[in-house]
């Protein structure tokens, strides 16, 4: 195929244009070239979505797919506008952000309410409002917790280097609440099968929920660590001022609050095609490549 990824130049863009690649198809990254390069193989053009004419370096070239990555409704609408008639797939990646119950256990992408779409923002209802301009045979690819190589946040390898380091691990709610992620090869991989057999409609691209004790223990055994658990509620991490999900001193697991988007159930996207890596696979491979992220001192 030839195929467009708009962005390819960081993290998950360049994971799948990184897959294109190794499928053997014709890879363009369009993105403005700052906040990294594309994966060798591809080929990279210069666009900026942010002008009017932003897009005409792409001008009168055709893809068989497209994969976008864009936050911003204003950019998703000015690239379709733009390549309109010229790709035969889209792909756009959404998130696991979009719905509008984050307390309900075991939803799935075909029947969760959705949060009102907004062009201004927050980021799910942004999210909504760019999925409303693709059509019925788009891919709406809602991503869950992304970790993996190039991750910037850490929230995943937070838990690797601390429960590396072995001891009394600060572990937050009830162990047997669930947790869920992808592994951004996986979603990379899973992205250009869709591609490549058109697949249409939202689906919730992350793997299937396990509990955080089953994690940590089992992050822990791969690391070869001896660690306990300490279970706290979220009023005692209040209380000592540990913040969400990421950030300076946080704690990068869902509280029960948000326990819907770290449940949801994925049986359709695994029976068209995702496939996750097991956890457990060796620490050291793991590890290399992955950003550490400090360690908040005092957790
Ligand atoms: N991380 C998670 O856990 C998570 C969870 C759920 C969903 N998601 C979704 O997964 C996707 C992650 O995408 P990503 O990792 O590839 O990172 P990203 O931050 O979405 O990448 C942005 C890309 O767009 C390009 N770009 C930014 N501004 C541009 C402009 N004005 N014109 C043209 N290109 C521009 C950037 O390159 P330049 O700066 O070089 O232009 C970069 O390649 C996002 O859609 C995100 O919403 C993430």
Redesign the pocket.
């Known amino acids: 195929m030839r195929m467009l990824v ?11 244009a990184a897959r294109a690649v190794g499928r053997g198809h014709a890879v363009t ?8 390069a594309a994966p060798p193989g591809a080929r990279f053009v210069a ?5 009017a004419h ?1 897009l005409d370096a792409l001008r009168g070239e055709t893809f068989d797919a497209a994969v ?4 911003d409704p204003g ?1 998703v609408r000015r690239a379709l506008a733009a390549l309109a008639g010229r790709v035969g797939h889209w792909t756009f ?5 979009v719905y509008a119950d984050t307390a309900t256990r075991g939803q799935t992408a075909r029947t969760a309410p959705l949060l009102a779409p907004s062009d201004d923002g927050p ?1 799910g209802a942004a ?1 909504v409002a760019s999925e409303r301009a693709f059509d019925r045979d788009a891919l709406i690819c ?6 993996g190589p ?4 850490g ?1 995943f390898s937070y838990w690797i280097a601390r429960l590396a380091r072995g001891g009394e691990v600060l572990a937050p709610a009830e162990p047997d609440d669930p947790v869920q992620w992808i592994d ?1 090869r996986d979603l990379a991989a899973w992205i250009v099968h869709a591609a490549e057999r058109g697949l249409a409609g939202p689906f919730d691209a992350v793997g299937p929920p396990c509990t955080r004790r089953a994690f940590i223990d089992t992050c822990a055994n791969a690391l070869g660590s001896a660690c306990t658990s300490a279970w706290v509620d979220p009023a005692f991490l209040d209380r000592h001022g540990v913040g969400r999900e990421s950030g300076p001193f946080s704690l990068p697991l869902p509280l029960p609050d948000t326990i819907g988007d770290a449940s949801r159930d994925v049986a359709a996207t695994l029976a068209a095609g995702l496939s996750v890596r097991p956890l457990g696979r060796p620490p050291a491979t793991r590890l290399a490549g992955w950003r550490r992220p400090a360690v908040p001192s005092r957790v």
Do not use: E, H, M, N
Request: a positive charge; aromatic letters at 4%.
């Open positions: 708009l962005g390819g130049t960081q993290f998950l863009g360049r994971a799948v990254c369009a993105a403005r070239g700052r906040s990294g666009i900026d979505r942010d002008r932003g976008d990555v864009a936050r950019r990646v959404s998130t696991t952000s980021y999210k809602r991503a869950g917790l992304i970790v190039g991750d910037p946040t929230r951004v």
